[in-house]
Each structure stands twice: as C-alpha cells, then as structure tokens.
C-alpha cells in the first residue's frame, strides 16, 4: 500500500505564498509521476502540475509562471510552491502519484487533500 500525505496548506493573502508537500510512503519501488490537482466549489477537478522522475514538468496555463513544482526522489516528495496567489487559486489541492510497488505492481495513489484559500 501507497499513501501520500499533504502538508502546507492554509490560509493566505492575495500576493502571498505557500508551499505544499506531499510526502509518499509504503512500499515503494520507484515513482514515476508525482502531480498536484485542485477542485474548488463547483468546479471540475483540474490538473496543476506534474513532474516526472527526471524532472520533467508541465503546468495548467492558469499557473504558469506563478507556481512551481519539484521532487525529491530520495525523500519521496514531490512540493509545489505557489507565488503570487490569487483568490481563483483557492481550492483543495490533492496529490497525485504512480509507480511500482516492491511487488512489482502499478500503484496509482492519491492524498487527502489540503485546503488552500486565498482571502484577505
């Protein structure tokens, strides 16, 4: 079993910043993608951002230039860092990861969620 455990979540003012984590554990082989999605009050749930193992990205437009996402292989985490957030930016922030179990089995893993709201 695969989990993922988000963190950094919170309140913050528009123009601020935050930076979430999300930690994996269990039996983990290796990891391929690690990504972070978002699905605010009546909305669909959106792609963030995602990183492949080496390192690779790909951002929503809505983020680009603004946000940030990055691993640590060695620590099995994957963080984004937000900059310069706005009100549209709040929402739960899920994240997402696939790879292989020391079985040799497909994982396909989700956290939580942490909550994101951005007020003043």
């Known amino acids: 079993q695969v989990q993922l455990v988000e963190s950094g979540g919170g309140l913050v003012q528009p123009g601020g910043s935050l930076r979430l984590s999300c930690a994996a554990s269990?039996?983990?082989?290796?990891?391929?993608?690690m990504g972070w999605y978002r699905q605010a009050p009546g909305k669909q749930r959106e792609l963030v951002a995602i990183i492949i193992r080496g390192g690779s990205t790909n951002y929503a437009d809505s983020v680009k230039g603004r946000f940030t996402i990055s691993r640590d292989n060695a620590k099995n985490t994957v963080y984004l860092e937000m900059n310069s957030l706005k009100p549209e930016d709040t929402a739960v922030y899920y994240c997402n990861a696939d790879g292989l179990r020391t079985g040799g089995w497909w994982f396909v893993s989700w956290g939580q969620g942490t909550q994101v709201t951005v007020s003043s």
């Open positions: 269990g039996s983990i082989f290796s990891i391929n993608n």
